[in-house]
Each structure stands twice: as structure tokens, then as C-alpha cells.
């Protein structure tokens, strides 16, 4: 968690995007804030910070046609 005199930590950014959106993927976390290693984040969240995280597992079309099944995390 930030203080007055310091910059957002990428966990910061994580739960500002899932409280604004919903929920969060690890394509919208590299897009949109460049966090490249949101399971981590979520983990320190969850572990350090007691947020109520919930995954689920989606199906998403991937580049290649084929179906990719992906983590998809939101606020409890």
C-alpha cells in the first residue's frame, strides 16, 4: 500500500483496475499497465495486503484460432 509521498506499486494499479472494471486478465494487465507478472500481484494482494480475490478459469479465442484457457481475477 502507497503512502502521500510515494508512487502507486503495480499491486496498486491491480486493484484500482479491478475495482474500476471488475475483474482483471493477464492481457489486460500487460496492455493496460504493464504488469507482466500478475499472478504475482494477485498473490501479494491476497497474502500481504488480505484483499478477497477471487480466479476463475475462461476460454478465449488465442492467436491462432485455437481455444486458450486463461485466469480471469476479480474482487470477492
Known amino acids: 500500500m502507497t503512502d502521500k509521498n ?3 506499486t503495480q ?4 486493484l484500482a483496475f ?3 472494471h471488475g475483474s482483471i486478465t493477464h492481457r489486460q494487465a ?6 507482466m507478472r500478475l499472478a504475482a500481484r494477485i498473490n ?5 495486503r488480505n ?5 476463475e478459469i475462461i476460454s ?10 486463461i485466469a480471469r481475477y476479480s474482487l470477492i
Open 6 to 8: 510515494s508512487n502507486p
Open 11 to 14: 499491486a496498486d494499479d491491480v
Open 18 to 20: 479491478m475495482r474500476k
Open 30 to 35: 500487460e496492455d493496460y499497465l504493464g504488469c
Open 44 to 48: 501479494e494482494l491476497r497474502h500481504k
Open 51 to 55: 484483499e478477497k480475490i477471487k480466479s
Open 60 to 69: 478465449v479465442k488465442a492467436a491462432n484460432g485455437r481455444v486458450a484457457h
